[in-house]
């Protein structure tokens, strides 16, 4: 690493450019003056500069959005469990209703019996006149 700039030292500039130009690159720059490759130059860190900003706004918001969307799923999952214990308390209630059903059905069923053999015993027993 080295504290100096690239733009002012020659020898860390052409370093750095090597890992960047191509050899087309380098032959179109040969026949152009300082002055336009140094405004090519600033028009190359411009652009970049720029492309690394959209990148980081568009990181930024997607950041935002995976944020929101981890929120919603927290809620859904505490709205979720929510409904898991409501579910659990009204099959409770089923199970008791069904159970009271039960008993009651067979209370009916037993008078049902008695009062049909209650009927059959009138209706055998002679009829007095």
């Known amino acids: 690493m080295t504290n100096d700039f690239v733009m002012l030292d020659d020898a860390i500039a052409a370093s750095v450019a090597k890992g960047i130009v191509t050899p087309q690159d380098g032959k179109l720059l040969a026949n152009r ?11 190359f860190s411009i652009q970049s500069a720029s492309s690394v ?62 009062l049909r053999e209650q009927h059959e015993s009138l209706t055998r027993s002679p009829k007095k006149s």
């Open 33 to 43: 003056t300082d002055a336009e490759s140094i405004n090519d130059s600033m028009a």
């Open 53 to 114: 900003s959209n990148m980081a706004r568009r990181l930024h918001v997607r950041g935002n959005e995976v944020q929101e969307l981890r929120t919603q799923v927290l809620i859904l999952q505490q709205r979720n469990r929510g409904l898991q214990q409501e579910n659990k308390e009204l099959k409770k209630l089923v199970d008791s209703y069904a159970n009271d059903l039960g008993k009651r059905y067979s209370e009916l069923e037993m008078n049902t019996n008695r």
